[in-house]
């Protein structure tokens, strides 16, 4: 028996004329989408699209069928929207770019009072401005721009990227060679230390390290684990050092168990954004999602 999603997904196939962004108009996977038309075919018997690189175009018996059935379901679309009651109105489902750690620290303690669908995407910020640009995301959190003319950027906090270690470190000795601006043999006490990384990500390191020491540093962290959440659990009351930015450890530093050790002589600060398109159609959620993260990081 044929079931009826699959003349849905057929229709927003046709009339989008990707496989993406049918998945998108159905809030469901392109693996799915995919299924769905795979089975109507086989249910018909006939091909119903030809694909050529991305686009899906329909064919011959591809646009009988849409002619046959175009009417009928939205005939069914109007009566499903006309019953249903009103607490069951289409939920707008918003997809939003930034780094695992921001999320675990601001919007993650919010999420199930949101009234609408989220969806939370990590990656890197180039790829994610990309998607955004794309129409894949909805929101990315930033400390970067890219040059796409239809987004928009808007400065809502900082971050400064500094040295921390555990509450059980002595830098007694690296604070005196600081105060005498030895700098040379307050990098040297540096790289005699344990130090804590994450997996793949070394820039909060490198780019503090040239600001400070004007080099890169020759040495790789004794412990890699899966984020800088981790790093700030690692050292909590413990020993070892690491660079990272002080939002992420600000009630670790502000409690002792994780201690500021260095901002360095210069200091490495980066401006937060809300990156967004410029015409959206979800104004509202956007704004409801930037008030929760301003609440917690301003």
Not at 214 to 237: A, E, K, Q, T, W
Not at 254 to 283: D, P, Q
Request: include cysteine; aromatic fraction near 12%; charge should be neutral.
């Amino acid at each position: 028996m044929v079931n009826l999603e699959w003349y849905r997904t057929f229709k927003a196939i046709y009339k989008t004329g990707t496989l993406t962004s049918a998945a998108d108009a159905l809030f469901i996977s392109q693996p799915g989408v995919s299924l769905h038309l795979s089975s109507l075919e086989s249910y018909v018997g006939y091909k119903l699209f030809d694909r050529t690189g991305r686009k899906m175009i329909p064919t011959e018996r591809g646009k009988i069928l849409y002619n046959a059935i175009a009417e009928g379901l939205k005939i069914l679309e109007d009566a499903e929207k006309n019953f249903q009651r009103s607490t069951e109105k289409h939920t707008p489902t918003i997809s939003i770019g930034m780094c695992f750690e921001t999320f675990q620290i601001t919007l993650e303690q919010y999420i199930s009072t949101l009234p609408f669908n989220v969806i939370i995407r990590f990656g890197e910020y180039p790829e994610m401005l990309e998607n955004l640009d794309k129409g894949i995301l909805d929101l990315v959190i930033s400390p970067q721009k890219g040059s796409y003319p239809n987004i928009t950027y808007e400065p809502f906090s900082s971050e400064t990227i500094v040295l921390v270690g555990g509450s059980e470190v002595d830098d007694s000795e690296f604070q005196q060679l600081v105060k005498q601006k030895n700098y040379k043999l307050a990098e040297n006490y540096l790289k005699a230390q344990k130090w804590y990384g994450t997996t793949g990500d070394m820039e909060h390191l490198f780019r503090f390290w040239q600001l400070n020491f004007g080099n890169f540093p020759d040495f790789r962290p004794n412990y890699i684990v899966p984020n800088i959440n981790s790093i700030v659990r690692c050292l909590s009351n413990a020993n070892g050092l690491a660079i990272i930015p002080d939002f992420l450890c600000k009630k670790e530093i502000e409690s002792g168990a994780v201690k500021l050790i260095w901002e360095g002589h210069k200091k490495l600060e980066n401006t937060l954004y809300f990156a967004n398109r410029k015409n959206t159609a979800y104004e509202k959620e956007l704004d409801l999602i930037k008030d929760l993260f301003k609440k917690v990081m301003l």
